[in-house]
């Protein structure tokens, strides 16, 4: 193997070959939040910094969580343990979690003059323990998987700091997107801007994919998906560094709701395409399988089944997609607390075996 091509220092690959659509032996896997409550580690090392925000505020501790995983399950990436809402945070919205509510904003965007003051902030400075947890977590790796690190998309960024929490309808930023949409422009601006700017500066520290989190693209209309969601995150990958350690460093794009748009998104400068799980896959990997990879899309309600349903579902998911190169195994959307360990560790195996034995079939 050609050494400029192949850093020394990745022992597993497989993720950034199916990424890249080359064969890979099996069909890698790691699952979206794959670091969470589901796992009894986690909490315990939650409970020791005393909240969520400490525990990502705190690289040694965001290191440790984000290698729990891969000490029980053999997936073949990390995650950069972190949170979307760390960017309008660094911008002053002031992020906090409510006991048992999720993420709110103790100042949201309602206004235009605090809309007209907002800026992206230098990731250097502001986000600094994001890119230390990046560093020590690949050093921590020593090889073992390729790091991925992330963000949220403008659009699903813009959503929080709009509505100031999460919603149902989300109706501050509907009233916005109708009533004053140049405001909202302006805030996806600076989100575009903040992305970029914080998503090099993950790859500039180490990571070695990266994931645009698009979770509210899906509440848009087909033309209002394109205008403020798609137009932005196609902005921020046009501007992605594309190589660190002399190797590419793919981009992976999910929007929740996104599987009526897949042209568009496949088209988007993007390497990969992640899919939810009310995507037909067999359809999406004949209609985008020779443009990107795909990644999914398993149903992250079965990890609350018994064990051999797990597979059963799992082996599913695989003939969906076939044995053809450019399938990353993950789930429609993130590992929620009620997945039982056992059932991961099937899931896990199962892919790793059935994947092999997929690709020996003749065609
Ligand atoms: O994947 C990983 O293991 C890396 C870490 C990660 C977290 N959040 C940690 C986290 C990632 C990639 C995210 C992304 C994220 N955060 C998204 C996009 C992905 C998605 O799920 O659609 C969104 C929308 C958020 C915003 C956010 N952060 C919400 C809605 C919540 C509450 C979730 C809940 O279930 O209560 C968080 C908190 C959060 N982020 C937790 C974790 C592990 C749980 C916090 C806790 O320990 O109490």
């Not at 050494?3 to 022992?11: A, E, F, N, R």
């Not at 902005?235 to 929740?256: H, K, M, N, Q």
């Not at 195994?329 to 034995?357: C, K």
Request: charged letters at 25%; glycine letters at 8%.
């Amino acid at each position: 193997m050609e050494t400029h091509l192949q850093p020394t220092d990745l022992k597993n690959d497989t993720l950034l070959r199916a990424l890249a659509r080359e064969p890979t032996a099996y069909t890698p896997i790691w699952l979206m939040r794959q670091a969470g409550r589901y796992l009894p580690e986690y909490n315990a090392t939650r409970a020791k910094a005393g909240s969520f925000l400490k525990l990502a505020k705190t690289p040694s501790l965001a290191t440790e969580v984000a290698l729990q995983p891969l000490e029980r399950f053999a997936l073949d990436a990390a995650i950069l343990f972190s949170d979307i809402l760390t960017v309008p945070d660094a911008m002053g919205l002031g992020l906090y979690f409510a006991d048992g509510e999720g993420p709110r904003f103790e100042r949201p965007l309602r206004d235009e003059a605090a809309i007209g003051r907002l800026a992206a902030p230098d990731p250097t400075v502001e986000l600094r323990y994001v890119l230390d947890a990046v560093r020590e977590t690949r050093r921590a790796l020593a090889g073992r998987v390729p790091l991925i690190g992330f963000s949220g998309s403008p659009y699903t960024l813009a959503c929080y700091m709009i509505e100031g929490s999460g919603s149902d309808d989300w109706r501050a930023v509907k009233e916005m997107l109708y009533s004053r949409p140049d405001l909202l422009h302006r805030i996806l601006e600076v989100n575009a801007r903040a992305v970029t700017d914080y998503l090099n500066a993950q790859i500039e520290a180490g990571a070695q994919v990266v994931m645009l989190f698009d979770t509210w693209g899906g509440n848009l209309t087909a033309a209002g998906y394109e205008e403020f969601s798609l137009a932005y995150s196609r902005r921020v990958l046009g501007a992605l560094r594309r190589e660190a350690d002399g190797r590419r460093v793919p981009s992976i794009l999910f929007t929740r709701g996104g599987g009526v748009w897949l042209d568009a998104i496949a088209a988007s400068g993007c390497d990969a395409v992640g899919l939810d799980w009310t995507v037909n896959a067999a359809e999406a990997r004949r209609n985008f399988g020779n443009k990107v990879a795909l990644q999914g899309n398993l149903d992250p309600a079965v990890l609350a089944a018994p064990a051999d349903r797990v597979r059963e579902q799992a082996r599913r998911v695989l003939d969906a997609f076939g044995a053809a190169p450019g399938h990353v195994f993950n789930l429609g959307h993130g590992i929620s607390p009620q997945a039982g360990v056992e059932a991961v560790a099937a899931l896990v195996d199962e892919v790793r075996a059935y994947s092999m034995q997929i690709r020996k079939r003749r065609p």
